[in-house]
């Protein structure tokens, strides 16, 4: 994740985090993603954050792993996909029809929102087009979930800390097609979101197969030729060509082609 991350030792804040490629396994069902960042600890406690998870995460209990030391405690923030509860407590502006209101935002309801300004609470109108609602931040970033955790350490020095959590929206199934009697193998990753990953490993722990750097566009499938070994066919769809031409579907169940 490309996020900020602070460091507060004895009332200073030091941005100190290096950025590793995230990977998501894929297993039957589920899907987890880890994200991979580095600090500089200070020996004794430390105070991390806030760091992004990604916008896709599922649940606020996050395992983490770290080498000589411990997360003791952490505060979760949650987010939201939906755009109106995802305003609430950030800064915005509204504009529209020559009038321009900033603030943070306290409430939204159907028509109206509530914004805490520098002259007071106000309420406004819910912007139509052609008005407008700006905040500074991407999209991914502020539906991202937010942690900032604490840290006890053995040592000062660097140390790289996994976090890792079930997302939502990520599924892998195998496809075949025979032309002409061979058959071909292939893998089909879908990423049924609107978030779209630029490099993200991948790793299908059932199949024992990693894709490395991988761009997945929101709402698309990628999908992957690969060999089969010991000719363990895994269960899947059959596309059935005939010098090219499409005669049918099969799949295979229990390893075994079923025409």
Do not use: C
């Amino acid at each position: 994740m490309k996020n900020k991350v602070g460091l507060f030792l004895s009332g200073l804040l030091f941005l100190a985090s290096t950025i590793f490629a995230d990977t998501i396994v894929l297993t039957k069902n589920k899907a987890t993603y880890i994200q991979e960042e580095e600090f500089m600890l200070a020996e004794g406690e430390n105070i991390l954050g806030p760091i992004e998870l990604h916008p896709l995460n599922t649940l606020e209990i996050l395992n983490f792993e770290i080498e000589d030391a411990e997360v003791v405690d952490y505060i979760y923030e949650p987010s939201s996909l939906n755009w109106k509860e995802n305003l609430i407590g950030k800064e915005i502006v509204i504009s529209g029809d020559g009038r321009v209101f900033k603030g943070k935002v306290i409430d939204i309801k159907k028509d109206f929102i509530t914004l805490d300004t520098k002259k007071g609470v106000i309420i406004v109108p819910t912007p139509t087009f052609p008005s407008k609602i700006e905040i500074k931040k991407s999209y991914s970033s502020s539906a991202s979930p937010k942690i900032t955790f604490k840290i006890i350490s053995k040592t000062a020095g660097e140390s790289k800390i996994k976090i890792s959590y079930p997302i939502k929206g990520i599924f892998w199934k195998v496809r075949y097609l025979q032309n002409n009697g061979k058959l071909i193998a292939f893998l089909e990753i879908e990423n049924n979101t609107v978030f779209s990953f630029t490099s993200i490993d991948i790793f299908v722990k059932p199949l024992n197969k990693k894709l490395e750097k991988v761009f997945l566009p929101a709402n698309s499938k990628k999908i992957v030729k690969f060999d089969i070994k010991n000719k363990k066919f895994p269960d899947g769809i059959v596309f059935i060509y005939e010098n090219g031409i499409f005669k049918g579907i099969g799949k295979v169940k229990s390893g075994k082609l079923i025409k």
